[in-house]
């Protein structure tokens, strides 16, 4: 009955390949966003999605694109991946404006 | 822009002791205060809110009061648990914009 998951749990691959991370939420919520945390916890968000619609993109490198195929459903496909970006990205997900987030457990990404 | 500037970590208590991790935030208007909590291996959860000044959020002996004047978000506790370690991240905003601090390592000791 996990509220929001994401898969894989942990991601080791080359630099170079491409990967997706899947998220999905089960609480109903109509936003839905990606953060990324850096080694020194520094949390920054860089996606959000209401209702299927982009409404947040921030400084992101056009290497990282977000699908959300439903509302309840929110990946991330990162191309040509670099040393750089490895961290921790986590989905979340909130019923509306100044609703509490609810975060997924994390994917530690690791580029080698 | 917003930012939230907290108490650089880690901190390390001995069980029993109080509790204060200061948080700092400037933003336009009035914006919704949080402190989230993140244990090993976990994503955030949300520990306490404050919508308006004076406003005091609590939470499992956790308290913690929006003060406008100061522009602060002070998270403290009575008396902290082993239980209690994890990293505590203050933010400000709402759920579509939320800014978060960077982090304070609490480690507590038997």
């Known amino acids: 009955d996990t509220a929001v998951s994401q898969t894989p749990k942990y991601l080791v691959t080359q630099m170079g390949n491409d990967k997706s991370i899947k998220c999905e939420q089960n609480?109903?919520?109509?936003?839905m966003y990606w953060y990324k945390q850096d080694s020194k916890k520094f949390l920054k968000i860089m996606f959000s999605?209401?209702?299927?619609?982009?409404?947040i993109n921030e400084t992101v490198p056009n290497r990282f694109s977000p699908k959300s195929p439903d509302k309840a459903h929110l990946n991330l496909h990162i191309n040509s991946l670099e040393l750089g970006d490895s961290a921790v990205y986590f989905c979340?997900?909130?019923?509306?404006?100044?609703?509490?987030?609810?975060f997924g457990n994390g994917t530690r990404l690791t580029v080698t | 822009g917003n930012s939230v500037t907290q108490m650089e970590g880690p901190v390390t208590l001995s069980e029993e002791a109080f509790l204060t991790i200061n948080c700092t935030y400037t933003a336009t208007g009035y914006p919704s205060l949080f402190w989230y909590v993140q244990y090993p291996g976990e994503g955030l959860q949300l520990l306490l809110k404050?919508?308006?000044?004076?406003d005091k959020g609590s939470n499992k002996g956790f308290e913690a009061t929006y003060r406008k004047e100061t522009t602060s978000f002070h998270l403290e506790k009575g008396s902290v648990q082993v239980s209690d370690s994890a990293v505590y991240f203050c933010?400000?905003?709402?759920?579509?914009?939320?800014?978060f601090g960077s982090g304070t390592q609490l480690t507590v000791l038997p």
């Open positions: 404050a919508t308006k000044a004076d």
């Open positions: 609480l109903g919520h109509d936003t």
């Open positions: 933010a400000s905003g709402s759920a579509r914009q939320l800014t």
């Open positions: 999605y209401n209702n299927k619609e982009l409404i």
């Open positions: 979340a997900s909130s019923r509306m404006v100044d609703s509490p987030l609810h």
